[in-house]
C-alpha cells in the first residue's frame, strides 16, 4: 500500500507547492510599495520640509546631485562584479542595484540590499556558500574603501571636524567598554559552542578562497576596489553639490569628511537605511565642520530627498518586478 500510495500524493504536494508559490508571489510584489507608503506616513513632515528647501535651491546642482545618486548604482553594481568569480548579466545586475537601494531604506542595516543581491547571485548560478562569501567580500571591501577615504582626508584636512562636539564628555570610555565587551562575548561563543565554531571557520574558508579567487583576475579586482571607492565618493559628492545648491558655507573636502565620518558613525545603528539616525548625524557632523545648523539641516533633508525619498518608490517597483520576473 505505501509503495502505491506515494507516487499519488507526490503529484499531490508538489501540485500544492506550486498554487503556494502562484499565491505568495503577487504578495512578494506588492510588499516593497506597501512598505514605501508605511515609510512615507510616518516621515511625511520631514518629507515636506525637504521639498521646501528643494524648491529653494540652485537647479544645476541639484542636477549634478541626482547624477550623482546614479553613479552610486553603477559602482555598487561594478563591486559586486568584482566579488564574484561568475559574470553577471550586467542589465540585471545594474536593476538588481537600484531594487537593492529601495530595500536597503526599507529593512535594517543593509538587510534589505544584501537579501536582494544573494537571492540574485544564487539564481545566477553561484552556490550560496560563495554567494554568502562574495557578500561578506563586497561589504569589507566598502568598509575598507570608506575608512581609508576618511582616514586620508583627515590627515589632509586635520581641521575639517571638531571631533569634541561630535561625542558627549565622557562618551569614549563607556563606548570602547561596549566594543570590547561584544568582542569578548563574541570570542567566548566560539570557544564554547562548537557548531558555531565550526560554521564560522568553514565560511572564513570559503570567503578567504573566494578573495584569493578575485584576486587572481586583474579586472575582477579593479572592479571590486574600484567600485568600493568610488560608491563613498559618489555619495559624499552628491552631498556636496546639494550644500552647494543651498549655500552651506562649508568647503567641499570638509563635507566630505563630514558625510564619511557621519556614515562610518552610524554604520551600528539598525534602522531601516539609516533613515533618522543618518540625518541626525549628518546634521551634527556638518556643524561639527563650522555650517550654520539651520543650513545644515536644510542641506541634509534636501540630500535625503535626493538620494532616498525619490529613488524609493521606482526602486520598489523594481524590486516588485525583478520578483515577479524571477530574477530574484
Known amino acids: 500500500m505505501i509503495a502505491v500510495r506515494l507516487?499519488?500524493?507526490?503529484?499531490?504536494?508538489?501540485?500544492?507547492?506550486?498554487?503556494?508559490?502562484?499565491?505568495?508571489?503577487?504578495v512578494l510584489c506588492l510588499l516593497p510599495l506597501a512598505l514605501v507608503i508605511v515609510v512615507a506616513v510616518r516621515h511625511w513632515s520631514v518629507l515636506a520640509e525637504g521639498f521646501h528647501h528643494l524648491a529653494t535651491a540652485q537647479w544645476p546642482w541639484l542636477v549634478a546631485a541626482a547624477a550623482a545618486t546614479c553613479g552610486?548604482?553603477?559602482a555598487a553594481a561594478f563591486t559586486r562584479q568584482g566579488a564574484v568569480m561568475e559574470r553577471l548579466p550586467v542589465r540585471r545586475l545594474l536593476a538588481t542595484q537600484f531594487a537593492a537601494g529601495a530595500a536597503n531604506h526599507l529593512f535594517p542595516t543593509g538587510l534589505g540590499a544584501s537579501a536582494v543581491n544573494l537571492r540574485f547571485m544564487t539564481v545566477c548560478g553561484v552556490p550560496l556558500a560563495r554567494s554568502s562569501a562574495a557578500l561578506a567580500l563586497y561589504l569589507l571591501a566598502e568598509s575598507i574603501a570608506r575608512l581609508t577615504l576618511l582616514t586620508g582626508l583627515l590627515i589632509a584636512f586635520p581641521g575639517a571636524l571638531r571631533i569634541g562636539s561630535l561625542l558627549p564628555d565622557g562618551a569614549v570610555g563607556p563606548l570602547l567598554l561596549g566594543i570590547g565587551a561584544v568582542l569578548a562575548v563574541a570570542a567566548l561563543a566560539l570557544l564554547l559552542v562548537r557548531r558555531l565554531r565550526t560554521a564560522v571557520f568553514s565560511f572564513l574558508r570559503t570567503a578567504l578562497g573566494e578573495a584569493r579567487s578575485v584576486h587572481t583576475r586583474p579586472m575582477r579586482a579593479l572592479a571590486l576596489w574600484g567600485g568600493s571607492l568610488a560608491f563613498p565618493t559618489l555619495q559624499a559628492a552628491g552631498l556636496v553639490a546639494v550644500g552647494m545648491a543651498l549655500g552651506l558655507p562649508v568647503p567641499p573636502a570638509y563635507m566630505v569628511v563630514a558625510y564619511l565620518a557621519a556614515t562610518v558613525a552610524v554604520a551600528l545603528v539598525p534602522t531601516p537605511g539609516g533613515i533618522g539616525s543618518v540625518e541626525a548625524a549628518l546634521i551634527i557632523a556638518l556643524v561639527a565642520a563650522g555650517g550654520p545648523v539651520a543650513v545644515a539641516t536644510a542641506v541634509v533633508l534636501a540630500y535625503r530627498i535626493i538620494t532616498v525619498w525619490l529613488p524609493l518608490l521606482p526602486g520598489a517597483l523594481t524590486l516588485g518586478a525583478l520578483v515577479r520576473l524571477k530574477v530574484i
Open 7 to 26: 507516487p499519488q500524493a507526490l503529484p499531490r504536494r508538489l501540485a500544492f507547492r506550486s498554487a503556494l508559490r502562484s499565491a505568495v508571489r503577487p
Open 72 to 74: 552610486t548604482w553603477v
